[in-house]
């Protein structure tokens, strides 16, 4: 039985918060004949606290997670996007650096390693050490820094000497990858931009579990009443810097301005700009927008259903691609307005046919944007059943990852 370990430093365990992707990945390939062992560490990434490593011990000896756990020290950080988060990320690199040279506790080393990048340090170390065991690893390849945190810092010169650590550890584990997944052709593509490399790349969408969404979204519909008069229009995601949530409750003022009070603007989760947001919208006194806050995974689907439209909403500097919500969108079945400026997925909206792309940041294209599907109930009810189709083709974790089992079934024979 071949060994995999899989490095990440964002995963949702039992009883978290955060992205499900990579504790999908270990069980997925755990189930396809694969020994895993999940590493990861002892800071959760979306509560901003340590772990409690303890408890999830016991929840090992209860037989909760089919796959092995193993946890690297990581101080912690309280922002998404400062220093004390790179310093964290340091600290995380050189501790799985001993992990992986103390060996596993049965004494048999990894017969490849997977690691997500970013963070490009831990990343870093994995690729090193495989290079040097001649083990393979491959890249899941599922954001880009520092081309994201220029987003939030970008003063010329300074953010170059800030960033020049993070461009130099993402070089130096392209050069190394023996194969990459990208979670959009972007960032799969990614590695071979500035070197030719000779490797197998495959596109594998974060996507979801379309029987889990379907079922919370059963589950909780009675959690999430909704008056037959309401047109409701829906945000689910990091309440951040990259995100156009302002416009958003802009278009909410706007389109009441036009005579639509029916029209309610949702905004699902939290994240650092959401009071200040909220204050703009009670300032504003626009009352048909709601700062739902974090909602668990079966209620989010329950609003995604509920909904009538969906806003992919991004600023115009944002280096996105496809999200990691773009699948939990689609298998809600309903039209997206998306105003992310990823070529890619631009591209993706208009030959799928599941939306429509207008310009970030303008108040009054949005509202019209809105206004137009509020209005085309034809229109907009034809983009829904195609964004389910595409849902249920290439964003179904079941399928999709048949594609990762295969690669990694290819490098480690």
Not at 281 to 297: I, L, S
């Amino acid at each position: 039985m071949k060994k995999i370990a899989i490095i990440t430093m964002g995963v949702k365990l039992k009883g978290e918060k955060g992205y499900t992707r990579f504790g999908y990945l270990a069980e997925f390939l755990t189930k396809a004949g694969f020994q895993v062992d999940l590493i990861t560490t002892s800071f959760q990434h979306w509560e901003k606290a340590q772990r409690d490593l303890q408890k999830i011990q016991e929840d090992i000896k209860a037989g909760e997670y089919p796959f092995g756990l193993r946890f690297i020290y990581e101080p912690g950080y309280k922002k998404n996007v400062d220093l004390a988060r790179i310093r964290s990320h340091r600290i995380a690199a050189k501790n799985l650096q001993k992990m992986l040279e103390a060996k596993p506790e049965d004494g048999k080393d990894y017969d490849l390693l997977y690691a997500e990048i970013p963070p490009n340090d831990v990343a870093r170390v994995a690729a090193e050490y495989g290079a040097a065991h001649n083990i393979p690893f491959v890249a899941d390849v599922n954001d880009l820094w520092p081309e994201a945190m220029r987003m939030v810092l970008d003063v010329p010169v300074v953010s170059d000497i800030l960033f020049h650590p993070l461009q130099r550890d993402a070089e130096k584990v392209y050069s190394l990858v023996s194969g990459v997944v990208g979670t959009s052709d972007e960032y799969r593509d990614r590695p071979f931009k500035n070197q030719k490399r000779n490797v197998p790349k495959i596109t594998v969408y974060v996507g979801n579990e379309i029987e889990v969404f379907d079922k919370g979204a059963e589950d909780n519909k009675e959690l999430v009443p909704k008056r037959e008069e309401e047109f409701w229009v829906s945000f689910a995601g990091t309440i951040g810097t990259s995100y156009d949530i302002r416009t958003m409750v802009l278009a909410g003022e706007e389109l009441v301005r036009r005579g639509h009070p029916e029209i309610k603007i949702k905004i699902l989760g939290g994240g650092p700009m959401k009071e200040e947001l909220e204050e703009l919208a009670n300032t504003r006194q626009v009352y048909n927008v709601e700062f739902v806050g974090y909602a668990p995974y079966g209620k989010m689907a329950a609003y995604l259903k509920q909904s009538d439209v969906l806003v992919n909403s991004f600023v115009k500097k944002a280096p996105q691609s496809i999200v990691t919500k773009i699948g939990d969108y689609l298998a809600a079945g309903k039209a997206m307005i998306n105003t992310c400026m990823s070529p890619e997925f631009r591209e993706k909206v208009e030959a799928d046919g599941f939306g429509v792309n207008i310009m970030p940041e303008d108040v009054k294209i949005l509202a019209d944007a809105i206004e137009d599907l509020y209005e085309k109930e034809e229109k907009r009810l034809e983009m829904g059943r195609k964004a389910r189709q595409i849902a249920e083709e290439q964003f179904d974790r079941p399928k999709a990852y048949q594609r990762i089992a295969k690669l990694i079934t290819e490098l480690t024979e």
